[in-house]
Every structure is written in C-alpha cells, then in structure tokens.
C-alpha cells in the first residue's frame, strides 16, 4: 500500500487561478495528474495506467483561512489498483 500525504493552500496556483462562482477549487484534471505523479515516484509504469470509474463525490474547496490536507492511497488488489483521495 501507498500513502501520500499533501497540503494544498490557496496560494497553490491551480488552486487560486481555478474558480467556479467565485470559489477557488480543485480542477478535475489535478486529481489525475497526483494519482500519476504518485505512481510514478513509487517505480510504477504511470504510462501504462488505465483511469476506470472516477467519480468525485464533493469537490476540493480551499479557504485563505486554512490548508488541506490531502491523502492519497493506493491498495493493490489481485484484479486492479484501488486509488482514494481524502
């Protein structure tokens, strides 16, 4: 298993420069790139991921008053690798 764990502020530049209804988020795309950014520093083909069922539930809201915490884990299992994001 592999676990990550990152801070993402509104000083981030995806975050600050990405708004719906004047509310910074998180884009879609970004939760993409860090599951292949992790794969790729833990030795994984990234190029050879296969992305199946995203779904996000709530989207990534960021406040100048405080940090996120993100936590990205990856169990492997016999048929497919289990990537959450909390």
């Known amino acids: 298993m592999i676990t990550e764990q990152l801070r993402i502020s509104l000083n981030n530049p995806i975050m600050c420069n990405h708004k719906v209804y004047g509310q910074a988020l998180l884009p879609g795309l970004a939760y993409i790139d860090l599951i ?4 790729q520093e833990h030795g994984y083909a990234y190029q050879e991921l296969e992305l199946k069922n ?6 990534l809201i960021a406040e100048a008053s405080y940090d996120i915490a ?5 169990s492997e299992s016999k048929k497919r690798d289990m990537v959450h994001l909390n």
């Open 70 to 74: 993100l936590t990205i884990q990856v």
């Open 36 to 39: 292949y950014q992790v794969f």
């Open 54 to 59: 995203l779904t996000i539930f709530y989207p």
